[in-house]
């Protein structure tokens, strides 16, 4: 399993607890009147002044992902004491749109995905320009400096991928499918382009699909027509949870029965993990990704700290398997993990 990504985030989480009694915390405030629940973040409230934070994510309609990613990023907000602007859009122009809207707001702080660094670049830069703090979180790790954004929090896509690829060699795979539900995005490409590099140095192949993520039945007709036109595919891997659990009738039902796998999870994956129709699912803890982008901006506005000194700080990748089902589905049912 990863291992370093965890000690970092866990070390940043820590920095965060201590940075709260620093700067004094008050079991009388009130919990700030966010958007949706706080997933966990109950206990004391920061008694620095309210703040509003804008968070910015390329969500497409439907992903269960970014329920997770935001119940983190909503409990830093209740504890902090912050006013937590959410706002979302797939398409790279109208996302840059929602950051130059939050500019123009004079939000104290933006936490914006770089899905689509090349849209988002000099909007970014003109939060920066304008003295906003800007952090980013979950895609965009190989850009994420160049944009000007001053923190990152989130996995390593390529070495995910590479680990994954590995993993399918070691379990006797030769062929696998990479099934890319947003054309272009940063993260889901490099999580194929790993896997390609982790499975052929294995002497395997991989072969990318793309499928449009937002129709679930396009989704599932173009993998079925895949896996019939090309029964050497011996292993199927997703890129996300909603998408391998919608698979699992099509792999099932297909002639040369591959295995399928997949990156992230949600609440109904682990019972697929514990059942064998999913063999693993490689893991981001997207709930910290949300947690510590908010917190991050807190700590930087009461406090001047930049959690990783200004370097990545890894949330992942880590397995999510048989071995360890046990200890995350507990979480994952409470739409943590």
């Not at 390329?58 to 935001?70: A, E, K, L, M």
């Not at 991050?296 to 700080?313: A, C, R």
Request: proline share 4%.
């Amino acid at each position: 399993m990863f291992r370093s990504g965890t000690r970092a985030a866990t070390a940043a989480a820590a920095l965060a607890c201590v940075a709260l009694i620093a700067a004094g915390c008050s079991s009388q405030g009130g919990a700030p009147q966010s958007s949706g629940g706080g997933g966990g973040g109950g206990g004391a409230v920061a008694n620095t002044p309210r703040i509003t934070i804008a968070y910015i994510t390329h969500q497409s309609p439907g992903d269960t992902f970014w329920d997770i990613v935001r119940k983190g990023a909503e409990a830093a907000a209740a504890k902090d004491n912050v006013d937590l602007k959410l706002s979302n859009d797939p398409e790279p122009g109208k996302q840059a749109t929602l950051v130059q809207n939050a500019i123009d707001s004079k939000v104290a702080g933006i936490a914006v995905t770089i899905a689509y660094p090349d849209q988002l670049k000099s909007v970014i830069q003109k939060a920066r320009a304008a003295n906003i703090p800007v952090v980013a979180f979950n895609s965009g790790v190989d850009v994420w400096q160049d944009t000007g954004a001053m923190m990152y929090f989130g996995s390593d896509e390529s070495l995910a991928g590479e680990t994954g690829g590995k993993r399918i060699a070691e379990e006797g795979g030769k062929h696998a499918l990479c099934v890319v539900q947003q054309q272009g995005h940063v993260a889901l490409e490099a999580r194929c382009a790993g896997l390609e590099k982790g499975l052929t140095a294995a002497g395997g192949k991989v072969d990318k699909l793309y499928v449009t993520g937002t129709n679930m039945p396009s989704v599932t007709s173009t993998v079925q027509a895949k896996l019939a036109q090309d029964p050497s595919i011996d292993y199927v891997i997703t890129l996300g949870a909603p998408f391998a659990l919608a698979l699992l009738p099509i792999v099932a039902a297909s002639a040369s029965k591959p295995k399928l796998a997949t990156f992230d999870s949600n609440k109904d994956l682990p019972a697929k993990i514990k059942s064998g129709e999913v063999q693993w699912a490689i893991d981001q803890q997207p709930y910290l990704q949300g947690y510590l982008s908010v917190d991050s901006l807190w700590l930087y506005v009461n406090n001047g700290n930049v959690i990783g000194g200004g370097q990545t700080t890894k949330t992942g990748p880590a397995f999510i398997d048989k071995t360890n089902i046990d200890a995350v589905q507990k979480f994952a049912a409470n739409g943590t993990r």
